[in-house]
């Protein structure tokens, strides 16, 4: 979803992850049918191409998962020093 919303496109996105285009279109697609609401949108290319971006639910998503992300590694850190690693 990160590389979605930094590329605007699926195919930017799968280049950029360096995986093939299909296996980012699965995932997108699972992802869209597992959500409560789809979080990317998709536009068909064309004269002017298509694009991917998150939908305003795939934002509120990728937010969440970041403030999570965030909070997780700084507890791991801790746990680091405190056991010495």
């Known amino acids: ?11 930017s ?4 992850l360096k995986i093939s285009y299909q296996h980012a279109w699965n995932m997108m697609n699972e992802m869209n049918h597992i959500a409560p ?6 536009q068909r290319g064309g004269t002017n191409g298509g694009g991917a971006q ?7 998503v990728l937010k969440e998962y970041r ?4 909070h997780v ?4 850190e ?8």
């Open 73 to 76: 590694l700084l507890l791991v």
């Open 78 to 85: 801790k746990l680091n020093v405190e056991v010495g690693l």
């Open 37 to 42: 609401e789809p979080l990317v949108t998709k």
């Open 67 to 70: 403030f999570i992300e965030s």
């Open 54 to 60: 998150l939908s305003p639910y795939g934002h509120r």
């Open 13 to 16: 996105a799968a280049k950029h």
């Open 1 to 11: 979803m990160r590389a979605i919303d930094f590329n605007g496109s699926l195919r």
